[in-house]
């Protein structure tokens, strides 16, 4: 068995992860009964974590196949995915893979964005070699690589890429949730600015109508429900370029066929 360690910004990206996977033969694993020994240190004892009631309890998801184990750890934001990776590696043996996917965003790109993470991991001083660009793979034991969504080189989030999966399965939902968000923009609703305080933030909008298709599809449940069991990423979705590229970087951390 070889054991991948991912570390996401949220969980949504977990489900990303977890719905590219799956074609691919790999299972959501519930149960630690079921969990493999090598996992078990991920698995906090306690409860509260950290004696707070309201903090949710820092649990990787597990995601197995016939030969390959994952662990998709969500941060909780880009600041901390290097403690993350530090605090995890620090309870078990070395993986075989470790890999990395945030966002970039609009105040800075792609590629500041990788090498801010990849500095903070160096600096945590790991002993894996480490890429020297977003979405490369480094192949020498263990697998390590970083990618930054939606595609190593555009400005943007994982929202990017669910709009185009939604082109391909929703269409007309779509254009009418486009419709209605654009009528928010234009001030339609006589919305108070601090009510639109998050929706005028740059991905704003494209958050916005990811959320509004997800409620459609998925009435009063999280937007990860929906990635986790709608069609978002299904079918001729997985074709479609940048989707492509996820799920080939996830192929060559894994070392999958």
Not at 61 to 67: H, L, P, R
Not at 86 to 114: K, M
């Amino acid at each position: 068995m070889r054991y991948a360690y991912l570390v996401v910004e949220g969980p949504h990206d977990v489900e990303l992860v977890g719905r590219l996977l799956k074609p691919h033969g790999f299972k959501r694993e519930n149960l630690v009964a079921r969990l493999d020994p090598y996992w078990q240190p991920l698995v906090p004892s306690k409860f509260p974590f950290g004696g707070d009631l309201s903090r949710r309890v820092p649990v990787p998801t597990f995601f197995i196949a016939q030969a390959v184990s994952v662990a998709v750890h969500a941060a909780g934001g880009d600041s901390e995915i290097a403690n993350r990776v530090e605090e995890s590696l620090a309870l078990s043996r070395p993986p075989d893979a470790l890999g990395v996917l945030l966002d970039a965003d609009s105040t800075h790109s792609p590629s500041d964005r990788f090498m801010a993470v990849r500095d903070a991991l160096q600096d945590k001083k790991l002993g894996f070699a480490l890429p020297t660009r977003a979405g490369e793979v480094v192949t020498t034991h263990p697998h390590c690589g970083i990618f930054v969504l939606p595609d190593n080189v555009t400005a943007g989030t994982l929202e990017d890429l669910l709009l185009e999966c939604a082109q391909v399965h929703f269409p007309a939902l779509l254009a009418d949730v486009q419709m209605l968000v654009g009528k928010v923009q234009a001030g339609a609703y006589a919305l108070a600015a601090e009510e639109l305080k998050d929706f005028n933030k740059p991905a704003g909008p494209r958050k916005a109508t990811v959320a509004c298709i997800a409620g459609v599809l998925k009435p009063g449940k999280a937007i990860q429900v929906s990635i986790q069991d709608n069609r978002w990423l299904d079918g001729a979705a997985l074709t479609r370029p940048r989707i492509s590229a996820v799920l080939l970087f996830l192929k060559e951390l894994l070392g999958l066929p």
